[in-house]
């Protein structure tokens, strides 16, 4: 069964650092999205992107954070200048462009900021 | 705005017997409603959803949820619970065809006591 596939699964960064986040989304999905979980809290909605840019965003996706499709394959979230308080579960997810209320999630980046 | 509302933060069950996880949503408009499950170090995984079809909505390994209006329900349940059945779930709410920004809510974490 396809699946959404991120990278690395597990990434510790020091403050001030910057970090990508890499996955690669269902190959014939459109939409592209990027959720935050810290922990003992909500999944919450960072991001949404179609067509090569972003469609939609929360107030969380301030200027630290960008997104891009460098390629045909990979969507990338890029956090500049880390803080303590970005420590979370990062998922990638997407959709199709026919069915885009059902979002497949990838298995998450888990992000420590120390 | 739309929100959810997970009832219950932690449910215990004894394997062989029913399952019962509930959730509340508020929304101005016609929602979808979904659940989806996280087992430990694992992604978030789609069980059901719903889409304004038909309101008993049956899911993966043996799950089912009723959407109902009247009392802005979308409780999940399982006539008979598994060991593998461990894991956290979330209950999740989005405009229907529209947005495509998911709302979740608290999630249930659900033991299975052998």
């Known amino acids: 069964e396809p699946e959404v596939t991120q990278t690395p699964s597990h990434q510790v960064t020091q403050m001030g650092q910057e970090v990508i986040l890499r996955c690669v989304p269902i190959?014939?999905?459109?939409?592209f999205y990027w959720y935050r979980q810290i922990l003992g809290q909500k999944v919450e909605f960072l991001v949404s992107?179609?067509?090569?840019?972003?469609?939609?965003k929360s107030e969380i996706f301030d200027d630290q954070f960008s997104v891009e499709r460098p390629d045909g394959s990979n969507f990338t979230l890029k956090i500049r200048s880390t803080k303590l308080e970005d420590s979370a579960m990062y998922f990638c997810?997407?959709?199709?462009?026919?069915?885009?209320?059902?979002?497949?999630f990838g298995e998450g980046s888990w992000l420590t900021v120390v | 705005a739309q929100s959810v509302t997970q009832l219950d933060s932690h449910v215990s069950v004894s394997e062989g017997t029913p399952v019962l996880l509930r959730c509340n949503y508020s929304?101005?408009?016609?929602?979808?409603l979904f659940w989806y499950v996280q087992h430990p170090n694992k992604g978030l995984q789609l069980l059901l959803k719903?889409?304004?079809?038909?309101?008993l909505v049956k899911g993966i390994n043996g799950f089912e949820a009723e959407f109902k209006k009247s009392e802005t329900s979308f409780h999940l349940t399982k006539p008979s619970a598994h060991m593998s059945d461990a894991a956290e779930y979330f209950c999740?709410?989005?405009?229907?065809?529209?947005?495509?920004?998911?709302?979740f809510g608290s999630g249930t974490q659900l033991t299975v006591l052998p």
């Open positions: 992107f179609y067509n090569n840019e972003i469609s939609e």
């Open positions: 190959s014939n999905h459109l939409y």
């Open positions: 929304s101005s408009y016609s929602p979808s």
């Open positions: 719903y889409t304004s079809a038909a309101t």
């Open positions: 999740v709410v989005t405009l229907s065809g529209s947005a495509r920004q998911l709302t």
């Open positions: 997810a997407s959709s199709e462009l026919g069915d885009h209320s059902t979002i497949y």
